[in-house]
């Protein structure tokens, strides 16, 4: 009987594993971009990111195209009326907690099913911190598991000191 090792092979390969996996978190979280959300007090202008919060009476007249119980919508403003504008949706966001992602899908919103409207503005101080944060904290990281090269070109195991010449 064969029994499988999880985790198995020499310490360099699980280091070189374990590496792999923090990289790969750093770079999901460096790569984020950071917004923040400001309240509009007029109609969102087209090209304008939005997270519109729906009243009542939008949550029961957008339940059939959202999903039940939809709260917020997150998208960009395509199109604006005096009475209504429309998003590509990015997410909707429901009561229970869950969001769904969407691909630009438009929907078509009066502003009477609207209880709240924001901007959402990215910051791009804030974001480059983070990516640059991100890769200095995997480079540190790559380094210190002797990953990241730089190093003496020495193979492991072999001599320290290239052997004299002509003797």
């Known amino acids: ?24 978190a750093v ?12 309240a509009l007090l007029g109609p969102p202008d087209p090209g304008t990111l939005v997270q519109v919060r729906l009243n009542d009476r939008g949550r029961l007249a957008l339940a059939d195209s959202l999903g039940p ?11 604006r009326t005096d ?18 992602t969407w691909r630009g899908e438009p929907l078509t919103l009066r502003t009477s099913s609207v209880r709240g409207l924001e901007s959402r503005r990215l910051e791009r101080g804030l974001t480059t911190a983070l990516a640059v944060g991100g890769v200095v904290a995997l480079v540190l990281l790559l380094r210190t598991l002797g990953l990241g090269g730089g190093g003496s070109g020495a193979v492991p195991g072999g001599p320290a000191t290239p052997p004299p010449s002509g003797t």
């Open 27 to 38: 770079l999901a979280v460096s790569t984020s971009a950071c917004y923040s959300n400001r």
């Open 83 to 100: 009475s209504s504008f429309t998003l590509a949706v990015s997410r909707v966001h429901l009561f229970s907690g869950e969001a769904t």
């Open 69 to 79: 119980d939809p709260d917020l919508v997150d998208g960009r403003v395509t199109a």
């Open 1 to 24: 009987m064969a029994l499988a090792v999880i985790g198995g092979g020499t310490a360099a390969a699980r280091r070189r594993r374990g590496a792999a996996a923090l990289a790969s």
